[in-house]
């Protein structure tokens, strides 16, 4: 394993868990599984250990790697909360007994996971939230193919559907990223030997999800992904930026246009997220309610796909607003003049080609009048999108 060079020590963690009373999180990203994500949480959990830190296993899952459970050896471990689910019996991290433990230092894995039905949260990260909310430092881990706003690109480039995903904003909470590298050939020589997976498993691994350009796609994310978010915890605790540097960052605004039923709209919504996490800056999602699309008007679908795209705008870390307007364009503009807004980001008009020439088209009609702004045009069909 060649860990990032500038990896923090965990010496530098433990400065952190010792300042203030919200929690601090550490997160260890990775491009696929059998990287060594737990394996390294793990180590630096005996490391605070041995400087008298209280630290806890709270979830780490082995599957079956010996190396790995050789290591949760020796370390406190929070008893599971076991669910019985449809007739099977589910272990679960319990959220309550850790809280009742109050450990200085706690270990999260598996971040993405899905909680059984019932559960106080539907996910685990958001049970690492309240952690952190009560005062306990956290060092967890996750692979980047679960960031939400990268889930339709990985399904693009690795023909993998992830159905778990984390929101960026969880990513962006973080105080620590630190990127767990390996060599492509290395993790799949790993894959080969068991190390990974169960030998039944191997195989069907090899030719699907652990290809070859799979993983170098993978690797390039994790890597790209861990740098921008190092260079915007340089930037948020830099001394305060001169006028010209505020201004420009300012002006990097992006704001996403969404319709009331838009044809996959959580794309448009990550890729604006994923605009404004290179620009290290705030991003709106506006939706303009027309005479003809206020709720008494739009349909009981249309209304459900509203809500749940404004849901996914907010899990994504934007700040949704609703305008009222005739002209969305007209809207729009003046929106993205008074909020310093430089990116407008809309979907392509799916209007028929002789509408769009009578300049009815949302899209063009931006381009057009929208002066001063960089407008992108998203394609939301099933195309390859570049990292």
Same mark, same amino acid.
């Given at each position: ?205 090899? *030719? ?84 003809? *699309? ?94």
């Amino acid at each position: 394993m060649n860990p990032s060079p500038s990896r923090p020590r965990p010496e530098d963690f433990l400065e952190l868990v010792q300042k203030g009373k919200r929690g601090r999180l550490k997160l260890y990203i990775g491009f696929a599984a059998g990287v060594g994500k737990t394996y390294r949480m793990l180590e630096e959990a005996h490391s605070l250990r041995k400087r008298g830190v209280d630290v806890v296993v709270g979830f780490v899952e082995s599957h079956g790697r010996v190396e790995t459970e050789a290591l949760v050896e020796g370390l406190e471990v929070v008893p599971r909360r076991q669910v019985e689910y449809r007739g099977v019996m589910i272990e679960e991290m319990s959220l309550n007994k850790i809280l009742k433990r109050n450990p200085a230092v706690t270990l999260v894995d598996e971040l993405a996971h899905t909680n059984v039905p019932g559960s106080h949260n539907k996910k685990r990260y958001q049970d690492v939230l309240e952690l952190l909310d009560a005062g306990i430092n956290v060092i967890a881990a996750l692979n980047v193919q679960h960031l939400d706003s990268l889930n339709d690109l990985v399904g693009r480039v690795t023909g993998v559907v992830v159905r778990e995903t984390v929101p960026d904003s969880f990513l962006k909470r973080a105080d620590q990223v630190v990127n767990l590298d390996l060599a492509v050939e290395d993790l799949q020589e790993r894959l080969s030997a068991g190390k990974i997976y169960a030998p039944d498993k191997i195989p069907w691994a090899l *030719e699907h999800f652990f290809k070859e350009e799979n993983l170098t796609h993978l690797r390039e994310l994790a890597l790209r992904e861990v740098a921008e978010s190092v260079e915007r915890s340089s930037y948020s605790h830099a001394p305060l930026a001169q006028p010209r540097e505020r201004a420009a960052t300012t002006n990097s605004r992006v704001m996403a246009c969404m319709s009331s039923n838009p044809p996959r709209a959580a794309m448009l919504l990550r890729r604006a997220s994923r605009l404004a996490g290179r620009y290290n800056t705030d991003w709106f999602v506006v939706y303009v309610e027309t005479s003809d *699309e206020t709720p008494e008007r739009i349909d009981a679908e249309a209304q459900r796909h509203l809500l749940a795209n404004i849901e996914k705008a907010r899990e994504l870390g934007a700040e949704v607003v609703r305008v009222r307007g005739e002209d969305p364009v007209d809207t729009i503009l003046d929106f993205a003049r008074s909020h310093s807004v430089g990116h407008i980001i809309v979907g392509r008009s799916h209007l028929p080609w002789w509408k769009q020439m009578l300049g009815r088209s949302v899209p063009l009609r931006l381009v057009k009048e929208g002066a001063g702004f960089d407008i992108h045009i998203v394609s939301l069909a099933e195309e390859e999108e570049r990292p």
